[in-house]
């Protein structure tokens, strides 16, 4: 049986970032061999290493697949070429082969020379520009006949990311494992100290809400977050801003009263009637100017000029106005506004999270706060591992965070 | 202080049903007075029972509060006059005071007679037609400038749902509290029968399937009941044709084999690169048409014309050239298919379930089968209270379905 | 087939209590049929109603399951004599037949006159005393050879709870079904309310804890609400006293930091350390005497004579010497302190609120906290029916408890 | 500023295992700085590889705290005498200074010897024999005055369990992150295939059970697995042994019938009449041996001499004779049926599991199966690294199992 090889190279902090054992064990479990060149091992903290390594192979399928599977891991073949490219022969679909990205900051080489790709995002493809002299992510209905696709690993590598390689850093404290015996106010306590340094930093906070943050009764507290500038842009859907706006015009929400926590007579028919008198004066900023609205995390967001996108949903009544009911051009929204987010805030809700985990590059922190763990565990499990889940609930979080925001005065 | 005054009237199985009570109830939550005028109690089982009440309030307001309380327990006002009805001003968006439906069969009086309301919707309004000889449920962006749109409740009656009048039927065994602590063998044989009866009755069943159905490896299973005819309509999202037909071309569903359960290397881009083959194709029929798809839910549903909705979402990548990415447009190619649905199991999807059971009236029976105790919480709390909830796993409990029916031989 | 009568009677609020229909409900239900030969009915909400029912079914076994199901419901046969009863033959087992009690209000016929069981309990026999003018509930391991022991249903009636008949009250808002989307800063200004009024009335509030509790962080607000006079018994196990203690000592708790939040090295050790430091020193009230304990909530306990039962388990390390390792034992200490006890409040343990659940009389009112909706739905299927669940998060929870009692100043 | 300096020794697959890196970044999560000295890589993946550290902190406590951290992966100072032991000074409690046990193999240095410590099991002292010839853990409790105990870390080291250190082994197709969201046949067929290697090692299964079991309707499956020589030990509790007998002799689960799925009249008392009946009769084996128990899960341990601890919990009714009622006696009395263990499936208990996790070494396999993902985290947060998650529902579960065993035939 002939022996397929390939010679991998590694640098960095690969011993304690971990990223040397992933590779090595990835091709133990693909049947592979290795044989380690050259190990030149760090020997303090602050000093890079550097990994030459043979792998071996008993068919060149077999061999492929291990090459697939260390190359998220920053592991790169001693001698790769240019990145390759091949035409889209149609619109909306890439052509065979297509390189798929993470959503880890990536390069391509290019004329000998490596790029870094922009508009990073998972499950893409990488289209080239004419000149060979920039890559960026296009999602597949971004694609034109024509456009120089990236297709195979060639020529590609990713750096993997800073939070694997050094740990000891705000949110480490907040490990793996999902679940709700922790220490609460420590989490609350760093992800204000997070919000507060992406303000610093001059970066935006993002903020992705769920219905259940207006349903438990923290409307107010967004909304006071949006005052004090913690909040810069707003993702959340058709629910959200008409619970919101419920509470505002009738004092409940999904018809539970929001003072004594008992449900309201037709109260079940006030989101109906909320989105109704939207609709009617044209949308929620007419419902702002007109005085209608003059409370509430969507009253804030118009009064503060904090951008938002409400996405559609199957599940929507109405909608409001505003709300982007294709599911596409409300992704390309939500794109829009990402850059310059330094921090996202998650608060319950599964479907927007994972869209929108979807969309951020791995170096954007993500807190996302759930009363059920599955959310934060399915967050992960596709591929947001910058994330830390806080299983808690949602208005008794945002009270806490409010007041640990207060403390030391806001951004 | 002035006393406000109205007499209701209820008929039918009110004191067994719980409907009196209620009613009774309603009038002192809401701080009135009743005095019981007339009771003729059905004294046997079979005898409808006749009441008629007087109500007292201190206000108006109060008065009003309890009328729109005990309206949809199907008390009505001794004497009401005809549905009032005014022309909607604008498209899109209903007159103040509109009248909003709820699920229940719901009948107008028009020209001195009770007319049953058609497409028959929770959350929208009621719009007569030109000749008032006519009335049917319309959602918020359905009106048009000039319909006749039903306002207030005067001259309207709902017809509270069968199965709180009489429970020792089908689910009657799985009551209100949502626990996964119940003979699963008992759900899963009132779950077959119910789909036996259905098909018996030349009625439909509808499936609503989240992705979890495939993860956990139940594709197969599903294959297999729209083989035997039955399940007859199929709504689901981009996620799980993707992951079903992902299956079918790498066998693995989100990269995870389901042979070995292993992640596969580049097992995360298969989804995507089943997308961009079907996009390249044209579609899912055309993939089966081309000998492409050969196996899974998809497969089957395209040979055996069983007629699907794949609605997008915004945590959608691709999608599939059949998903409609629009959440109205998939609301109403939803709606569509509604008619002549006599059962519809729910399986593993909060999003999808949530969306279908805003869409189903109330004498749809509905099993929502899911782990999360959450979702079948959040289901019933949305007002679709026809549904009964089996917490359970999705594949092993399709497999004991699939099990079950096929004892007994398919329709 | 002959046919097999009885006649039933109630009185009270029977209609609007949903007891008359639950009681026809029940007849049907089992294959019965009634004929209502009597219905008095209060024409005010004020005013109690009666009616007497005629029953029929085909056997005798018939009519005995419809009795039996219609006796918690208040249901009394119209000629009763008085209660039977036998001699236990053994120690710790009931005799055959026994009258199995639930934590209703019950009353039993002695010598023609009703007489209030005493100590009442669910799923224990009731005993007479020998003159025949006491009877009082007693669990199976508690009853000696020669007691008297109720037998059969005659002689005995149950006197529904408040709660079913009148629910315009306190904790009204917190209907059945257990969601976590709702509103918790109502809930937390009801339980708020009710502690107050239970220390106003010269009641007790027993609190009933799990180490969730300390591990979230709540230690501390736990020891002010026993500071404050607001906690008057604590019910709880090894865990949560050691993660208290483990908290006054190392600051940590399970090892995690409750500073930092980060795992502490060794801090795995530091729960069995507590433990160990406390047995050497003789048990927490020598802690406390000798200094060595200065902070949290057995310390608290300790200083403010709360009396406390720590009831131990299997999962238990160490344990601590005043761990009642068995569980009858602890059953029965925890029995001893539930005299005087209105109100009680669970947070985050499935296992001591089941167990607690199943001590108290239902008209002792509880709120169950805990972050799974799985533990609420648990407690009140296995009959304590009296308890409201609030799905949320134990520290967050606290706080917003602790901050609303401190508003208006404590007991 | 001193500084404080240690070598430190690893040998073994440390990196690919992981251990290595873990062992880096302990010493900079604790403030520590490193130079590896000597480093031997296995070049190949068959090869052992060493590596000698220098680790230096600014403080003994700092150096004190790296050591600690990382002496469970297994790095072991280069220079290391005898274990040094103390006195108990008194029974019950251990002296200050105590070593505190994993579950992992650890060895002790005694005479200048590795010796392999005996009954291996977390959270325990070490006691050392007379002679110094043996060692082995004893729990707090066992512990007698005079007995030599070990103190402090010096002579130890712990051989970190082999599922670390390779993992393409059975099992690891279930990694960490605890989803619901798994292709289940899959966990089925392993879970099968290592109750049948076990079996066939001539190693015993051991099961724990929680009533959930029963609920579900699994009593029959679990049945015909001990029939089927697949349970060799079984531990549960009063609830699971006494549903299981109320099936046999009233077809109902917590009075719920097991057919129908309904309550039951008079069901709620079946369990008490149940545990009341077999008292009577002296206990379960004496039930079967007088013909009135016949079936479910207790007749056959009973009739297959499949020995069982019922452990006993504050939550019990009765309780059942053989239940022991103190949960230390409990504990030892499984401790007594764990060697020889080699394979232990965990269903639908949080408190049995968690308990059975704790005296289990680290090198018996376990699989959990809950339908709340919770559980298995809490196990995996307590130390039981060696569990496998699977969410999954208890019924349809083990229907699975029992049907993927009996497709090769049992042992």
Not at 170 to 182: D, H, W
Not at 246 to 261: P, R
Not at 337 to 366: D, E, Q
Request: aromatic content about 4%.
């Amino acid at each position: 049986m002939a022996t397929h090889v390939e010679h991998l190279e590694m640098t960095g902090h690969i011993v304690d970032s971990l990223l040397l054992p992933k590779v090595l064990d990835a091709i133990l479990s693909r049947g592979g061999r290795y044989n380690i060149e050259t190990l030149r091992l760090g020997q303090r903290q602050d000093d890079a290493s550097f990994v030459r390594i043979e792998v071996r192979a008993d068919t060149a399928e077999q061999l492929e697949a291990i090459l697939a599977e260390v190359h998220p891991h920053g592991a790169v073949p001693a001698q790769t070429g240019d990145g390759r490219t091949a035409p889209a022969d149609m619109d909306g679909a890439f052509p065979d082969g297509f390189y798929c990205s993470t959503n880890f900051r990536t390069q391509v080489r290019l004329n000998g020379e490596w790029i870094d790709v922009e508009d990073q995002e998972m499950d893409c493809g990488i289209v080239v520009d004419s000149e060979g002299a920039a890559a960026r992510c296009v999602p597949m209905t971004g694609v034109k006949k024509g456009d120089r696709v990236l297709v195979g690993r060639t020529g590609t590598r990713v750096l993997p990311p800073e939070a694997e390689m050094r740990k000891h850093e705000l949110f480490e404290f907040m490990a793996s494992p999902v679940s709700s015996e922790r220490p609460k106010a420590v989490s609350v306590r760093e992800i204000a100290h997070a919000m507060r340094k992406t303000r610093a930093a001059g970066d935006k906070v993002l903020a992705v809400l769920g219905p259940a943050v207006v349903h438990t009764g923290g409307s107010e507290l967004v909304a006071q977050l949006v005052r004090d500038g913690l909040i810069n842009v707003l993702f959340a859907g058709n629910a959200l801003a008409t619970h919101d706006m419920e509470q505002a015009l009738y004092g409940t929400s999904l018809g539970v009263s929001l003072t004594h926590g008992l449900p309201t007579d037709e109260g079940h028919e006030h989101h109906l009637r909320t989105i109704n008198s939207i609709r009617r004066l044209g949308g929620i900023r007419e419902a702002v100017k007109a005085g209608k609205l003059a409370s509430g995390i969507m009253f804030e967001c118009v009064t503060r000029n904090v951008p938002f996108v409400l996405a559609g949903s199957i599940r929507d009544d109405g909608p409001l106005p505003e709300v982007v009911t294709d599911a596409l051009a409300a992704q390309d929204a939500m794109r829009k506004l990402i850059p310059g987010v330094g921090f996202c805030l998650m608060v319950a809700t599964t479907l927007h999270s994972i869209a929108v985990g979807n969309l951020l590059p791995a170096w954007v922190k993500v807190a996302c706060v759930d009363i059920s763990p599955a959310t934060v565990t399915k967050l992960m499990d596709r591929g947001s591992t910058q994330t830390v889940g806080i299983v808690s609930d949602a208005e008794p979080f945002l009270r806490s965070l409010v007041a640990e925001l207060g403390k030391t005065g806001a951004a």
